[in-house]
């Protein structure tokens, strides 16, 4: 069975500042994919980034970006430039092809004025 | 506009009665699905479905039953033979199922007196 886990249940960081959230997954596949939803105190769950295992190039979306170590099976992600609407609870997760998707058990994340 | 919705927002139920919450989408997607989530955690599958008329368990499908009878709907029942349903319920829907991107609906918030 995959598991994603994510080793930080909340952060903050100041407004206009960096910061990155860990995500790291076990399996034994080689093809999957991986993603990043943010869910905002509306509780809709929005994707920010996915990112296929085949490709080496890291994903970035804006303001947001990736780092995808598939050797130690880890998944961090970057945001740039925080802003206030960055405030959410962020979900780690992970699909082997043909499967399922499975979630990390999320990260707070407040952004502070 | 394109996208999923989820009715009704709130939900009230007493014990011992079942209940439906509609998600319909209008994406032509083929695959769909139900999570569940409780305060803090994150989203556990209950039940998919890749085709019309063909649905599948998801990891917590005890007390839920599903159909699918048309494409653009997917309708969940909780049952009185789930324990301790009070919970967060997401909807979702993806072009095929184990290689798609998932979108989410609004969600319904089911609450048992």
Redesign the interface.
């Known amino acids: 069975a995959q598991t994603v886990t994510q080793s930080q249940p909340e952060m903050s960081v100041q407004e206009a500042e960096t910061v990155t959230l860990s995500c790291t997954y076990d399996t034994s596949e080689n093809n999957y994919y991986l993603f990043w939803y943010k869910q905002p105190p509306s509780r809709q769950m929005i994707l920010v980034i996915r990112q296929e295992a085949y490709k080496q190039q890291n994903a970035t979306e804006n303001r947001f970006s990736v780092n995808f170590q598939k050797a130690a099976k880890s998944f961090s992600l970057k945001i740039s430039d925080s802003q206030l609407g960055d405030t959410a609870m962020y979900f780690c997760a992970f699909m082997v092809t043909g499967n399922m998707l499975t979630f990390g058990g999320g990260t707070r994340l407040m952004v502070k004025p | 506009d394109g996208g999923i919705t989820q009715s009704p927002k709130y939900l009230f139920r007493k014990e011992g009665q079942n209940v439906t919450l509609s998600c319909e989408q209008n994406l032509n997607h083929d695959a769909m ?1 139900w999570y569940r989530q409780d305060p ?6 209950i039940y ?1 479905s890749q085709i019309v008329n063909d649905f599948q368990k ?1 990891d917590i499908a005890e007390g839920y039953s599903v159909s699918r009878e048309k494409k653009e709907s997917f309708p969940l029942t909780v049952t009185s033979a789930q324990k301790n349903p009070t919970a ?1 319920y ?1 909807c ?1 829907s993806s072009i095929d ?3 798609d ?7 319904t ?1 089911l609450t048992v007196l």
Do not use: E, I
């Open positions: 699905y803090g955690q994150g989203l556990r599958l998919y998801g967060f997401l979702a199922a184990g290689t991107t998932q979108y989410f609906g609004p969600g918030r």
